[in-house]
């Protein structure tokens, strides 16, 4: 996302396949690239000494099997479409939820089929939502002249309001979106409450369930309302690759629902053009490896031992998490988008504030080393912004 390669690079590239051109040779791009830049090493995730804990992903993944899988479906199959390995995720993300293949979208992360269902969304009514949760795809059809989210106050303690959010659905909203675990909060909703909101709102609208971080729950099936999609009710869950198992950069991600939905909501995207080899690849062979996804948790709990008693040592507070991030509370007088600018000066890399949530700042898991970075960033940090705040 910060990689800007130079004028000069790409002019002098340009150049060159041209005058290849000119003279019937075809280079490749790649070639044209590494002759310029072979002492300028590319950095597919941060750079060396810098704690990347500002997006949720997994940097343990991909596993040695999906790694394996990619390298083959690459030179077997990167030139051709992936729609063959889609439908192969397909029926097993099918055969394990008890779902038929036409219940299951498989698109280019969830991020993707979650604004395709904003846009159906929208294109009927509105979208009520919490006051705070992951609304960036929710937020799609506002860039384009869509309506704005109708939201509902957290609770005191953060949490979704389920009863708020039932009376506040009226004949204008269109679907309610609701993320278990939530983010940034990271809280999670008890799972017999929010299968009975599912149940009554979705006599009065479709319902959206945003499970990406599932898997990092302790019983996640227990949590999870994909049960209800079978059972006929109007409700839709989004699951991802991108966090348990490690393939954010992959870009693999799924929408459950009734065959009716999953038609309507894909017809705003472009079917299996949306999928790529490596990344199909890399989630069939991660789907099932429970080893990875023990390893991977382990690491998440000893990440977030780590920040919790940072937090604790400097005097704050921190909300209960069941995800690979933890939400936490800078004090009143606490500024999110001042600490973030102070971490990142020790080389610390965490998000900023969450809309009116001046004090609350959220930081991901990530490697061991790079969260001891951030425990041990934390003082200067909170020196500098109480400094600030004060001047």
Same mark, same amino acid.
């Given at each position: ?8 690079? +790409? ?36 750079? !060396? ?12 993944? /991909? ?18 479409? #992936? ?7 397909? %029926? ?9 293949? #036409? ?27 919490? %006051?705070? +949760? ?49 983010? !940034? ?35 996640? !099936? @227990?949590?999870? =309302?994909? /049960? ?14 991108? @966090? ?9 991600? *799924? ?31 991660? *789907?099932? %490896?429970?080893?990875?996804?023990? +390893?991977? =948790? ?36 606490? %500024? ?5 600018? #102070? ?33 041990? #960033? ?14």
């Amino acid at each position: 996302m910060n990689y800007n390669p130079s004028r000069r690079l +790409f002019l002098e590239g340009t150049i060159a396949a041209s005058a290849a051109g000119a003279s019937g040779l075809i280079l490749p791009s790649a070639g044209l690239a590494s002759a310029k830049s072979a002492k300028e090493p590319l950095f597919y995730g941060p750079k !060396p000494g810098i704690a990347k804990l500002n997006a949720n992903e997994n940097p343990f993944g /991909p596993s040695p099997d999906a790694l394996k899988a990619i390298v083959e479906a690459s030179s077997k199959g990167g030139a051709y479409y #992936a729609y063959n390995a889609g439908m192969r995720l397909r %029926d097993m993300i099918a055969e394990h939820n008890n779902l038929k293949p #036409a219940n299951i979208a498989i698109t280019a992360g969830s991020s993707l089929i979650l604004s395709f269902a904003a846009l159906a969304a929208t294109s009927k009514g509105v979208i009520l939502g919490p %006051d705070l +949760f992951w609304d960036t795809t929710s937020k799609s059809p506002i860039r384009q002249g869509g309506p704005e989210i109708k939201r509902v106050p957290n609770t005191a303690d953060l949490d979704i309001n389920l009863d708020a959010l039932y009376e506040a659905i009226d004949d204008n909203v269109a679907m309610v979106h609701v993320c278990n675990p939530n983010n !940034p909060t990271g809280k999670i909703v008890d799972p017999m409450k929010l299968k009975e909101f599912c149940i009554k709102a979705s006599k009065k609208t479709l319902v959206l369930v945003d499970e990406a971080y599932n898997e990092l729950i302790e019983n996640g !099936p @227990k949590h999870s =309302m994909i /049960p209800l999609i079978n059972q006929g009710h109007n409700i839709i869950v989004a699951r991802t690759f991108s @966090k348990i198992y490690g393939l954010a950069g992959m870009r693999v991600g *799924y929408m459950l629902g009734s065959e009716e939905n999953i038609k309507w909501i894909t017809n705003y995207g472009l079917g299996g053009y949306s999928m790529n080899q490596a990344g199909l690849a890399a989630a069939i062979a991660s *789907y099932n %490896d429970k080893a990875f996804m023990t +390893f991977s =948790m382990d690491k998440v709990m000893e990440a977030k031992d780590i920040i919790y008693s940072a937090v604790k040592a400097n005097g704050l507070t921190a909300l209960p998490s069941s995800t690979n991030f933890v939400f936490v509370n800078l004090g009143k007088d606490g %500024d999110a988008n001042t600490f973030r600018a #102070a971490m990142e000066k020790q080389n610390v890399h965490i998000r900023g504030q969450y809309r009116t949530y001046k004090p609350w700042s959220r930081v991901s898991t990530g490697r061991i080393n790079d969260v001891k970075m951030y425990a041990n #960033a934390m003082p200067k940090a909170l020196e500098e912004m109480y400094k600030k705040v004060k001047a």
